[in-house]
């Protein structure tokens, strides 16, 4: 891959795993080697985007629903964000994506998977019928009973954190199905570790692949 080439890294897990701060580690590191860094989030990412990310997480809808829109709104976040920064050559770290879908709307609302296989492809094929993916999928993976307990003590929850445990346990097993469908895009991160030693993990998925210096 040429030095100028973009790359298109998303981060997943169920909420309370944890992502947030060693997405902005990974991006000061990648600013460190003179790389331009986008960082973004899904839900989000245009005013569009974020509009439409207010109602989801707050307006009651069925999972149809739910699933059209955080499609629309990845449609312009991919239109007028992702794709031209990765023409540009710019590191793209997106704090979640259509993994996201798969794994809240499909098997944590029970949604049919294949309804959303052909949003994806509507919403994710480029003019020269190539499927957008990342190019790297970290993917924090906790057990729900920890996330449920980390959780218990944030913020004012929204229309996910307010889920049972056992929804976490079908968007944590709607992960695990995601990347064993495409092993090489993952990096799996056992999440159930010190801050540290997670940190360490999420880096060593960046120097493996020779985008990071090891430490
Ligand atoms: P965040 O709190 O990590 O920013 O994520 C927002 C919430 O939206 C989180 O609970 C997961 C959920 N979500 C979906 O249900 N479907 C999706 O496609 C995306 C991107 C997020």
């Known amino acids: 891959m040429s030095l100028s080439a973009g790359l298109f890294i998303t981060f997943e897990g169920i909420d309370g795993a944890g992502k947030s701060t060693h997405i902005a ?14 960082l973004t989030r ?32 990845r449609r312009d976040h991919l239109a007028q964000v992702i794709e031209p920064a990765l023409a540009d050559g710019a590191v793209v770290l997106c704090d979640r994506f259509t993994d996201a879908t798969f794994a809240y709307q499909g098997h944590g609302r029970g949604f049919d998977l294949r309804v959303l296989e052909q949003l994806e492809a509507w919403v994710q094929r480029d003019a020269h019928g190539n499927l957008r993916q990342p190019d790297l999928t970290v993917w924090f993976d906790l057990p729900a009973a920890v996330a449920a307990e980390r959780l218990a003590s944030a913020r004012v929850p929204d229309r996910f954190e307010s889920q049972p445990q056992a929804f976490f346990q079908r968007v944590a097993s709607g992960y695990a199905a995601r990347a064993a469908q495409a092993p090489q895009r993952f ?4 999440a159930d570790q010190p801050r540290d030693a997670v940190a360490e993990a999420v880096r060593r998925a960046f120097a493996q692949r020779g985008w990071l210096p090891s430490s």
């Open 187 to 190: 990096a799996r991160i056992d």
């Open 42 to 73: 899904e839900p989000g990412g245009t005013p569009l985007a974020e509009k439409l990310r207010g109602l989801v997480l707050n307006d009651p809808m069925d999972p149809l629903c739910e699933s059209l829109l955080v499609f629309a709104a």
């Open 25 to 38: 580690s990974i991006a000061r590191a990648f600013e460190a080697t003179g790389r331009r860094v986008v």
